[in-house]
């Protein structure tokens, strides 16, 4: 009797980028037993068609509009275990790659790999391991050791709150205060005491201090 044919990996896309999100579907389909079930063009859609889809995998960008990718994958890590997550980013920042293990996700692919990466990364995730982008896991190492030397936390790290980054990454993409509170359902005053709190935290008391910060760490783009 030969044996049973195995079920297709079923995976979601979500980048906010058409054409990039087009050329990633392009190879994954080139992949044999892999079956592109949704796609996803900000956090919230995503969040959404993982309810009503069920992928296996969600492979999710870091920097879409609305809500990021990190802060995507620490809700489907919450509210959909049986999904993993793959993050993938342009940025090596390692903040990025330690916060998006923190948040639940599988793997951290660098957009730039090569498919053969791409087919190595979705087999290790689908194995229940994790997979980091060669670039990326070295210094994510090092960086996981000298934290338990050093006996530090999150927070010494310099690592925001999901509340925070989201508010963060809403203030660098030009939502007003009214605007942030309507979106997160918060009111106004709770909306300016997570920015102080966040200023505070980052040590940037100006919104264009803020806005050059997402910028530079990757949760916004600068175009």
Known sequence: MAAPTP???RVL?????RLVRAG?????????????????????ETLDLIRDTNPNIAMIDVAMKGL??????????????????????????EEYVLQALKNGAAGYLIKDSATEELRLALNAVR????????????GVVDNLIAL???????????????RQREILQLIAEGKSTKEIAALL?????????????????????????LVRYAIRIGLVSAD
Do not use: C, F, W
């Open 24 to 44: 990633i579907r392009s190879l994954l389909e080139e992949i044999e037993g892999v079956e592109v079930v949704a796609e996803a063009g900000d956090g919230r």
């Open 7 to 9: 079920s297709p990996l």
């Open 148 to 162: 338990s030397a050093g006996g530090e936390n999150a927070e010494a790290a310099g690592l925001l709150t999901p």
């Open 127 to 138: 194995k229940g391991e994790t997979y980091l982008s060669p670039v990326v896991s070295k």
């Open 185 to 209: 359902g918060v009111s106004v005053k709770t909306v300016e005491t997570h920015r102080t709190q966040l200023m505070a935290r980052l040590d940037i008391h100006e919104i264009a201090g």
């Open 68 to 93: 990021n990718g990190l802060d995507v994958a620490a809700r489907i890590t919450r509210d959909h275990p049986q999904v993993k997550v793959i993050i993938l980013s342009m940025h090596t920042n």
């Open 13 to 17: 896309l979500a980048d906010d980028h």
